[in-house]
């Protein structure tokens, strides 16, 4: 018998699912219910529970608390999402905290309670016969992984595609499947008709995996599940059917990525070249990719990377560069890359300049933000990006539209405005920083150009920070 307990804050959805759902069609049996995670954990500390359906928006502790001190405390309990809309960035969470479904309250009519009831069944089933099979060694050397690059999307497909999938494939994860014995008698046969279905299904890929021999299947499970989560992300091929690894490769990707190649990363994109040379900018692209980083750090950079694209070409193309709240693959990397570059490219294109103009000009810009702290001057980088003076002002003035003493004015300006407001940093560093040797002629320029003194600028934005802070709390 799987004993379920129910929680939700709502007391009529409890006793609606206690009542309605036919429990004992599937040997399941309601032993308890909670208002809240705070009042479950208590009831769990003290009666047995198998299966847990949670609602995710409750007071005192939200489903996602409680799923994480279930994972944590009560590791052979089962759990189930109910949520009241189809929010996946909550639904996803708990599925990666290890819920083994979700079931939307909205959908939930008294028709479709047999199938809500059986699809949770039968994924217990699964997960019971997985934990079995965990400590057998594998006899064979060679297995097969159909992985998705997406745990939202479904995998109901698969049980329709073969009505004895459950007989030979073990669900390792969500959207994550693994077995060693095809059920036809010929594996080449039966890879060739799973390959071309897994081809029309768009984010899934198939893999042969070799080197399984003498290896316990709970180690391979954890190394499927590390390699969906890191390595998946940079090998997903939309094109491919089906592609190989060796068990032994997985480690090679592994080592740390030493901080000195972020760096120089950085400093490479940093630069402007890459707009222009195609060779180089594939060549960035790829020595990227072959770095293979986490996908938070991966994010992470693009993103710092953005702030420094935006204020290099913005002035010269007024394209506000955007990064997408997530990437599910390297190729939407590639892509969205290589869409960006064509739109930068395509932005600064002036028709009454040549290329080159416009490149000297985007390198000034480069060198006003670079070199802010120094003591530059207009003919200086005219001479530096071999112009003439007065045509470098010229051609300035018409493509940022503004000269480049008011640039480099204004650039100083915000960046002592950052340094004012998120360090604490003293008023002569912050103005040697950006430029200014004699700090009354930086607080003397910088109140003309905002209207208040460096000291009073730090003071005002830290009252207003603290007053929004304060809001927040309330």
Not at 109 to 115: G, I, N, P, Q
Not at 287 to 299: I, V
Not at 339 to 360: D, G, L
Request: hydrophobic residues 40%; proline residues 2%; aromatic residues 12%.
């Amino acid at each position: 018998m799987i004993k379920v307990m129910i929680v939700d804050d709502d007391k009529l959805v409890r006793k609606g699912l206690i009542s309605a759902m036919p429990w004992k069609n599937y040997d399941m049996e309601v032993v308890g219910e909670a208002s809240n995670g705070k009042k479950a954990l208590e009831f769990l500390e003290s009666n047995s529970v198998d299966l847990l359906l949670t609602d995710l928006a409750m007071p005192v502790m939200s489903g996602i608390d409680l799923i994480k001190n279930v994972r944590k405390e009560f590791s052979h309990i089962y759990t189930v999402v109910l949520t009241l809309h189809q929010d996946f960035e909550y639904i996803q969470e708990a599925l990666r905290l290890g819920a083994i479904d979700y079931i939307a309250k909205v959908q939930l009519e008294k028709e479709r309670f047999e199938e809500v009831l059986e699809r949770i069944y039968n994924r217990i089933v699964q997960e019971r016969k997985r934990d079995l099979n965990a400590n057998e060694i594998f006899a064979m050397d060679r297995g097969y992984a159909l992985l998705s690059i997406n745990r939202a999307v479904g995998a109901h497909w698969i049980k329709d595609w073969s009505d004895k999938a459950d007989q030979f494939m073990i669900e390792v994860d969500t959207n994550l499947w693994f077995w060693t014995q095809p059920i036809e008698s010929s594996n080449e046969l039966w890879l060739e008709r799973l390959s071309k279905v897994t081809c029309t299904k768009p984010g899934w890929n198939l893999v042969n995996l070799n080197g399984l021999y003498g290896k316990f299947h709970k180690d391979v499970h954890r190394r499927l599940r590390e390699y969906r989560e890191k390595d998946f992300f940079y090998d997903y091929d939309s094109h491919a059917s089906v592609r190989s690894i060796l068990l032994q490769e997985w480690d090679i990707y592994k080592e740390v990525r030493p901080e000195e190649s972020i760096n120089l990363v950085k400093e490479q994109w940093s630069s402007y070249e890459w707009i222009y040379q195609e060779s180089l900018f594939n060549d960035q692209l790829h020595a990227l990719k072959l770095m293979r980083l986490p996908q938070a750090m991966l994010l992470g950079l693009l993103y710092s990377l953005i702030d420094k694209w935006n204020r290099l070409f913005y002035p010269v193309s007024l394209v506000k560069i955007q990064l997408p709240d997530s990437f599910d693959s390297w190729d939407q990397v590639d892509t969205w890359c290589r869409t960006i570059r064509n739109k930068i490219r395509s932005a600064i294109v002036k028709p009454a300049f040549s290329q080159e103009v416009v490149e000297s000009i985007i390198k000034a810009v480069h060198i006003a933000h670079d070199e802010m702290n120094q003591q530059i001057t207009a003919a200086n980088i005219a001479k530096r990006v071999n112009m003439s003076r007065s045509y470098f002002s010229q051609c300035f003035k018409e493509i940022v539209g503004m000269n480049f003493s008011d640039y480099l004015r204004q650039v100083r300006i915000e960046k002592a405005k950052e340094l004012l407001l998120y360090t604490n940093k003293t008023i002569l560093w912050i103005a040697e920083n950006v430029g200014y040797m004699d700090e009354k002629y930086f607080s003397r320029t910088f109140r003309e150009q905002t209207d208040m003194l460096p000291s009073k600028y730090r003071q005002t934005h830290d009252k207003a920070n603290d007053i929004g802070r304060d809001l927040t709390d309330k």
